[in-house]
């Protein structure tokens, strides 16, 4: 699974090299065999790009392992963040884990459990989906993350990294209830419905900190939950439904600062009814693709896509109108009143947070290894990055030169610009300058998520050359420009 390049490798076994890449949707996140072996069915963490002010749309992907090809490639609708997969034993069906984040709805709709839910998927052998919903009206199931299936096919069970605790799904149930809706129930209702999890879900059970792998034991009578931030394995018995044991792997006995911060930023415990985390909109401090109506500035308006945390410490100011000097002023009270709606971190909490916040580091630049030669094309890149003026010898006024919003080291220079991507939704134009490291790796691109490619940025979204004069360059020095900017 290479999810950083949406591809997935094709290995030989004997010789231990790769003899095929696929082309995988966003973020290919987790593969499950099929009972008989003859397919796989890959999970992908990020939705497709979609037009502005969309709802994300997600994919699955089934591989024929004989022929080590893609033969579908099964759209779920209005979900994102899919991860965990298994298969029931029957092949007749397969699970998955997802959120239905609704991008659409502004952030008051969180009072009623409106704005970010979370729950399973049902891929058919017919290649239909289904989606239904964990969360329960007075408690959400957040960040739900790993999915396993008992040899019998009677359970299923799914884990809750936001809340700690995993959920057992008597699947007889659930499938019944599928199967006695009408289509118009199956695409509509079922997948929206907060109170129809108490119909299949008989258990829940709780676990160490933010559980995310599970697995059932060949036997029948054993699940093992992986603790991802409690360095531990909660052991279920699947006979009497309930926790049994816990397994130390030997991790730190003292809880730092930092970890400490982690802990909180995977916790649904800062959210009104536990619905999300900090970790369901960046997982893994990353990105989840979606652009969002945050309200401060009017229901409707100004829509924002979701930034990086990865080596954010040195990028203040925050959010993409540079209104928060500092990371404890974006996480603080202004978190509590217009994205959590309950009580917000204590100070020490938030210390904490903002401590594990600036420790998340950008993986290492895959185009560039460190003190790595630029090559030729990149060179060519820079030079159009740095370039003063254009193909026929005119100067570029300063404002309209890349290096005047992005000088190096941090290719930032911290301010509000104006370069002509207001939206028809915005109520300013100005907007603060990204950072460009590792920036190939967080499509998509401006404060909209409008640009599905460093490309569209410049041959959609820049026809008044105010966001860099660059529709004086051939196609070959827009492609050394891009090439440049992804060393970076």
Avoid at 318 to 333: A, F, I, S
């Amino acid at each position: 699974m290479n999810t950083s390049t949406d591809s997935i490798s094709v290995i030989d076994l004997a010789s231990l090299k790769e003899t095929k890449r696929l082309a995988a949707s966003r973020a290919p996140w987790l593969m499950a065999r099929s009972p008989d072996g003859r397919h796989l069915l890959v999970t992908h963490s990020l939705p497709r790009f979609g037009p502005p002010r969309t709802t994300p749309v997600s994919e699955l992907a089934l591989i024929d392992l004989e022929t080590a090809t893609v033969v579908d490639r099964p759209l779920v609708p209005d979900a994102n963040l899919l991860q965990g997969v298994a298969w029931h034993p029957s092949g007749q069906y397969a699970l998955f884990t997802l959120l239905r984040t609704k991008n659409l709805v502004p952030m008051t709709r969180l009072l009623q459990g409106w704005t970010i839910t979370n729950g399973i998927g049902i891929w058919w052998a017919d290649g239909t989906v289904d989606q239904l919903l964990l969360d329960q009206p007075h408690l959400g199931f957040p960040d739900p993350a790993g999915v396993a299936i008992t040899p019998d096919g009677r359970y299923a069970l799914v884990t809750s990294s936001g809340s700690d605790r995993v959920a057992v799904l008597d699947l007889a149930r659930l499938v019944a209830l599928v199967r006695n809706a009408s289509p118009e129930e199956r695409r509509r209702i079922l997948p929206n419905h907060l109170g129809q999890a108490e119909q299949f879900v008989v258990a829940s059970i709780p676990t160490g900190h933010s559980p995310r792998g599970i697995a059932c034991s060949p036997d029948g009578r054993t699940a093992f939950v992986a603790n991802t931030l409690s360095d531990s394995l909660t052991v279920i018995d699947l006979q009497q439904l309930r926790a049994v044991g816990s397994v130390d792997l030997g991790g730190a006995r003292e809880i730092s600062k930092t970890r400490w911060g982690e802990q909180l930023f995977h916790s649904a415990n800062i959210a009104f009814r536990r619905q999300f985390s900090c970790h369901t909109c960046h997982p893994d401090g990353h990105i989840d693709g979606i652009t969002y109506d945050i309200e401060p500035d009017g229901i409707g308006l100004n829509p924002v896509d979701n930034r990086t945390l990865r080596g954010i410490n040195d990028m203040a100011p925050y959010k993409w109108t540079g209104k928060n000097p500092t990371l404890k002023r974006q996480c603080g009270p202004r978190l509590a009143v217009f994205f959590t709606r309950i009580d917000p971190f204590t100070p020490e909490q938030l210390d904490a947070l903002d401590t594990y916040i600036t420790t998340i580091t950008r993986p290492p630049n895959r185009y560039r290894k460190l003190g790595e030669p630029l090559t030729p094309a990149q060179r060519r890149g820079k030079a159009m990055f740095e370039r003063t003026r254009t193909n026929d010898g005119r100067v570029i006024p300063p404002e309209r030169r890349c290096t005047h919003c992005h000088p190096p080291p941090l290719y930032t220079d911290g301010r509000l610009h104006d370069v002509g991507t207001k939206g028809p939704l915005d109520t300013t134009g100005k907007f603060d300058a990204p950072h460009l490291h590792n920036i190939y790796d967080s499509a998509p691109y401006l404060h909209d998520g409008r640009a599905h490619s460093l490309e569209e940025i410049w041959t959609v979204y820049n026809p008044d050359d105010l966001h860099g004069v660059t529709n004086d360059m051939t196609k070959d020095q827009l492609n050394d420009l891009i090439e440049y900017l992804k060393t970076l």
